[in-house]
């Protein structure tokens, strides 16, 4: 049982640069959601997955950040020009969704990748 | 914004202690779940307490639920030092995609 893969671990990359991170869901999950921390804090919600389709994006998700989930299977997310404050560990986590208001599921999350900004 | 708020901040405890962190939160939710968080690593989901739940049990976690306190607590008994990690409550809002909301999380020591 293969858990959330993402890749790479660990990003260094100068100011200005574009970073993409790839998240490989839990096989047969067609939630796909991602999420950034920062040191000393709780992850916080960026995006998230049904399938193929991008239901949701939080504000946090400026013009500078995409996010794709081609084919409903695994998802990339590129940030562009990056900044030092961009400097976080993004993860990325899975669910199974099956429709059933109110009841809700597990989320899985896998590793993270962290991306350090000079 | 967090909606979950975690207490305490830091404990640290001797191992074969129990250890006790709280949870509250601030709107009505579908679910609440807690996860571990091993330093520099991914999260690991522990368990989820559904809205209708008050009490659930996993090997030695305890975790409670009051909506009408809107708070929960999670019990980890007979510590060990591997439970050294810090520990969030993700509330799962009433949004009807399953959005997460994690507090700032408490950050356990257990000492051997």
Same mark, same amino acid.
């Given at each position: 049982?293969?858990?959330?893969?993402?890749?790479?671990?660990?990003?260094?990359?100068?100011?200005?640069?574009?970073?993409?991170?790839?998240?490989?869901?839990?096989?047969?999950?067609?939630?796909?959601?991602?999420?950034?921390?920062?040191?000393?804090?709780?992850?916080?919600?960026?995006?998230?997955?049904?399938?193929?389709?991008?239901?949701?994006?939080?504000?946090?998700?400026?013009?500078?950040?995409?996010?794709?989930?081609?084919?409903?299977?695994?998802?990339?997310?590129?940030?562009?020009?990056?900044?030092?404050?961009?400097?976080?560990?993004?993860?990325?986590?899975?669910?199974?969704?099956?429709?059933?208001?109110?009841?809700?599921?597990?989320?899985?999350?896998?590793?993270?990748?962290?991306?350090?900004?000079? | 914004?967090?909606?979950?708020?975690?207490?305490?901040?830091?404990?640290?405890?001797?191992?074969?202690?129990?250890? $006790?962190?709280?949870? %509250?939160? #601030?709107? /009505?939710?579908?679910?609440?779940?807690?996860? +571990?968080?091993?330093?520099?690593?991914?999260?690991?989901?522990?368990?989820?307490?559904?809205?209708?739940?008050?009490?659930?049990?996993?090997?030695?976690?305890?975790? $409670?639920?009051?909506? %009408?306190? #809107?708070? /929960?607590?999670?019990?980890?008994?007979?510590? +060990?030092?591997?439970?050294?990690?810090?520990?969030?409550?993700?509330?799962?809002?009433?949004?009807?995609?399953?959005?997460?909301?994690?507090?700032?999380?408490?950050?356990?020591?257990?000492?051997?």
């Amino acid at each position: 049982d293969t858990g959330v893969s993402q890749d790479p671990r660990h990003k260094i990359t100068k100011r200005g640069q574009n970073v993409t991170f790839r998240c490989d869901p839990i096989s047969e999950h067609n939630r796909l959601y991602w999420y950034r921390q920062t040191l000393g804090q709780g992850p916080e919600f960026l995006t998230y997955f049904q399938n193929e389709a991008q239901l949701e994006k939080s504000r946090l998700l400026s013009d500078r950040f995409s996010a794709e989930r081609p084919k409903g299977s695994f998802s990339t997310l590129e940030i562009q020009r990056t900044e030092q404050g961009d400097s976080a560990m993004y993860l990325c986590a899975s669910s199974l969704w099956v429709g059933s208001a109110g009841s809700g599921n597990t989320i899985y999350f896998g590793e993270g990748s962290w991306l350090t900004v000079v | 914004s967090q909606q979950g708020e975690e207490d305490p901040q830091a404990l640290s405890i001797q191992e074969g202690e129990n250890a $006790t962190m709280n949870c %509250s939160y #601030k709107t /009505s939710i579908n679910n609440l779940q807690w996860y +571990r968080q091993n330093s520099g690593r991914g999260l690991v989901h522990l368990i989820l307490i559904r809205s209708n739940e008050r009490e659930k049990h996993s090997g030695r976690l305890r975790v $409670t639920l009051d909506t %009408s306190k #809107k708070s /929960s607590s999670l019990l980890i008994t007979a510590s +060990r030092a591997a439970d050294t990690a810090s520990y969030f409550c993700a509330t799962d809002l009433n949004t009807g995609f399953q959005k997460l909301v994690f507090g700032t999380g408490t950050r356990l020591l257990v000492s051997p």
